[in-house]
């Protein structure tokens, strides 16, 4: 007996040891949360009263289980005491450290980085590396571990090189040089992870080498951060919360420790919301809420959004709600920490039950750009997407973007594709990128610079369609019953291939048509949308959805998916699943619905499969997650 006891105080005793976090808080069982502390406020936490205040305030509304101490920005360097008084004070709290780097010298001088030509430069950001490595075992670097710098050092350094060559070699011999080595040899235990923004389809132009620094560092991070694509500046689609983050999981299987979310740029605190619970759908183990300045952010009811009567899946009502702690302390809703709060538990409720995502994947090489982020774009219109950074060979069916053009072997890959019973489905702009380089083997297209303004659209005996606004479109010609129009568009007496499919050997090449501005992709008609889905998506996914534009699906391996509607008002949402799917079950009301109709996919080339249809509402800015019984 008393043996038993002493096993299970060991056993208690090892399970604090071993786990860093305070016993009593009830954090998420499906991923960690973290906080980064810029150095602006990292200096500020010498007042430890200040400190304690603020801390209070967010750790009471999001439960936090890391917090990232920055030592460095803008040529702040926090002082040695500072940073071990922080230190203390979270470890006081059960909350683990880690380090921040962020290599700028100026960040309101538009992102003003070091020049790595500049020897003083360089010993500056040796200096700040080893001092960081001494405080921590954990580095991360914030975004700007790249350059912008065109002073006459670069410029001479430069060359006869692009800057895109003179940056990627300049930068991953940096990496090693003044961030790895230095900091290892100060630390060895160092575990250095280099975060990498959302722009990802540009980052070889400054600096960022994803295919030497992934397999560099210990680890990378994902800015998961979308804002508004509708407001100035990056147009980013919402989707690529969620796609940025596979996409960098497959540069680095299992290495990519979380994605990461601002406050900036949201116009509604929905958006803020999406950004969070998208980047979980794609299965991040950490979040980090950045920052703790941004989380003190107030919220009334000001923030809320027209929709809210509908009850959306961020329902502004109930986040608003105190709530009562494990130890009896009600909090209330006072700041944007609590919208953070709020969306993980609804999360976590359901992510333990989702299995891998997968999608349609798509095809990037390293160092590559063309149609950029075209695949978000895809995504929005409900087409499930995963980028590789190698040429596909597993599945039925790939999707390729002008930024393929980069691999020189391209046209001899997609050839041994077809030859092996696999379909290829290119762009107007790929397709344009490969003319005179051998695509005429597979079918003799021609492209030009003619374009053609298109309102009506139609899928042959299927039906026709129309859009509400003109959409401008590059014109493709095609030989006469050499390859077909699945897609077409017409403009009075003419018309346009949209989906064009040409067989080879025993498979299907298609052309998708995109419009000169990519979220025209947006205004094609529901018909049209869902017979895109239906040809990209039938033989590898199990569930597509008929939908209108900005409505996305995420599918997981285990016969789960959800379906997300970014449109202000409700949606019924039509979702085809393959043979053998009765019914679906909603897992977070565990309504069960019963399939309504039976469809059938007809494809030339493609076996007719019985499918089965299921209707579901979606409201407005709501996801709904389903498991297929
Ligand atoms: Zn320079």
New binding site residues.
Partial sequence: MKKAIYLAILCITLTLVSFDYYPGNEHYKNFKVAVYARAYEVRQMKDLKWLKTVWDQISGQVDVDKIYLETHRDLILVSDSTIEAAKQFFKNRGVRTAGGITLTVNEMNRFETF?Y??PEHRKKIREIVEFTARHFDEIILDDFFFTD?K?P??IKAKGNQTWTQFRLDQMTKAARELIIDPAKKVNPKVKIVIKYPNWYEHFQALGFNLEKEPAMFDGIYTGTETRDPDAPGQHLQQYESYLVFRYFENLKPGGNGGGWVDTGGMTYIDRYAEQLWLTLFAKAPEITLFDFRQLQRPVSYMDRSAWQDMKPSFNFDEMMKPVRKEDGRVVRATTIARAAGYTFETVDRFMGKLGNPVGILSYKPFQSYGEDFLQDYMGMIGVPMNIVPYFPDSTKMIFLTETAKFDPDIVKKIENRLMNGKDVTITSGLLKALQGKGIEDIVELQTSDRKALVKDFSTGWRGFYQSEKSILIPQIQYFTNDSWEDITSLDGAAGWPILLQARYANASFFVLTIPDNPADLYRLPQGILNRIRDVLSGEDLKFRIEAPSKVSLFVYDNDSFIVESFLPEETIVRVVAGPGVTSITDLQTQEVINSNDRAASRIWGRKVEEKSGFNVIVRPHSYRVFQAD
């Fill in positions: 020049c030509s500049n710098c002073c050092l670069c």
